[in-house]
C-alpha cells in the first residue's frame, strides 16, 4: 500500500466523519421523513396552516 493510497483511504474516511458529523448536528437520522413522505409532507401542510 503507497502513499498514494493511504492519502485516498483517509479522504474519504474524512468524508464519511465529516457526513456523519452534519446529520448529527442537523437533527440525526430521524429528523426527516423516515421513509414515510406522506406523513413528512402532511407535517409540513400542518406547519403552515400553524402559523396563519
Do not use: P, Q, W, Y
Request: charged fraction near 15%; charge should be negative; hydrophobic fraction near 50%.
Amino acid at each position: 500500500m503507497g502513499l498514494g493510497d493511504i492519502l485516498i483511504l483517509a479522504a474519504v474516511a474524512a468524508a464519511f466523519i465529516g457526513a456523519l458529523v452534519f446529520i448529527f448536528k442537523n437533527g440525526g437520522f430521524s429528523a426527516g421523513c423516515g421513509g414515510d413522505c406522506a406523513h413528512c409532507a402532511s407535517r409540513c401542510t400542518h406547519a403552515d396552516d400553524e402559523e396563519k
